[in-house]
């Protein structure tokens, strides 16, 4: 499972009004790190789908977004919920740190 590619003109859709949490995860193409966590969060998004939903926004390509969310540095990973930002996890980690970042919103 791969996680779904948002834009910014999708963002309100498939983030801000989605019913479950959101993680975003805010990347590019060049970041190492972000090709790293990439397949973790491909992991965490199978095992947990139906509680916590992940997409991935490319901040070359949708900088609108980007700069609302003051995205500085990436990989940048942000949990919606309700359309707000509830959660917010900077730089690569491995997958146990990232499920216990994450065990508000997928235990």
């Known amino acids: 499972m791969t996680a779904k590619a948002v834009t ?3 963002f309100q859709s498939d983030v801000l009004d989605a019913q479950k949490p959101v993680l ?3 990347w590019a193409e060049w970041c190492g790190p972000c090709r790293m966590v990439s397949p973790i969060l491909d992991q965490i998004a199978a095992e947990h789908g139906e509680k916590l939903e992940i997409v991935k926004l490319n ?3 949708n900088p609108q977004t980007a700069m609302k969310y003051q995205i500085t540095s990436i990989p940048a990973l942000k949990v919606f919920r309700g359309g707000e930002v509830v959660k917010t ?3 690569a980690k491995p997958k146990h740190a990232l499920e216990a970042d994450l065990a508000e919103f997928i235990g």
């Open 24 to 26: 975003v995860d805010f």
């Open 8 to 10: 910014d003109s999708s």
């Open 59 to 61: 901040v070359d390509e």
């Open 89 to 91: 996890v900077i730089g």
